[in-house]
C-alpha cells in the first residue's frame, strides 16, 4: 500500500517562497505518483486516462438518489471476498456474477477463449467434464448456463451437474440419444 507525503498548509501567504519551496516540491512529486498508480500521468501521450480502478477496501455507499450511483466492491454473497457492487436508487447489483466461461468444441477449449477453466475433456458421447480455476467459485452452489450448436441439423440440449467445488459434468442429448453438438458455449454462474 501506497503512502504520500503532502502538506496541506504550504505555500503560505506569510512564509518566505524560499522557506516553502521544498515542501511545494514534495507535495507535486507525490501529486504526480499518486496520480501514476491508477491513471497514466502528466507529459504522456493519454495523460489522465485510466490505466486500472484500484479499491483500497470493502465500501458500501450510503443511499443513492438519481441520477448518483456508486461502483464499490463489498463482500461476496457466496465469499467474503470482496465483489465488485454497483448501487443507484433502484438497488444494489453484482457487476458481474459471471465466475467462467468458455467457447469448446468436442476437441475441448477452442483457442484461448475461455475464463477461468483450466479444462473441457470429453468423457464420452456427449459428455464432458469441465475443471474450473481454483476460486473461481466458492462451494457447489453455482448455476451453469450452456448451449450446443446444432450436429447435423438436429436440436441438442445441454444440462450440467456439479461434482465439486471446480468441477462439473455436461451433459448433450437430442430428444432421444447422447449427442456432441459442434460447439458448445458455457457460462458459470454464482452471485
Known sequence: MSSFTFSTIVPAAPNNPSADQPIMLTNNISTN??????????????GGQHKQVTFNNKNVPGVQTDPGSTLYTNSGTASTVADLFFRNQNGTFQVLPIKAWALCS????????SINITTVVK??????????????????NYGVLVTAGANGGTAITGNYTALGVNTFNLLFKTPTLFADPSTFLLAVIQV
Open 123 to 140: 468423457t464420452g458421447t456427449g459428455q464432458y467434464t469441465v475443471n474450473l480455476t481454483p476460486g473461481a467459485v466458492t462451494g457447489t
Open 106 to 113: 468436442t476437441a475441448g477449449i477452442v483457442a484461448t477463449q
Open 33 to 46: 505518483a499518486l496520480v501514476a498508480i491508477d491513471h497514466v500521468s502528466f507529459n504522456v501521450t493519454g
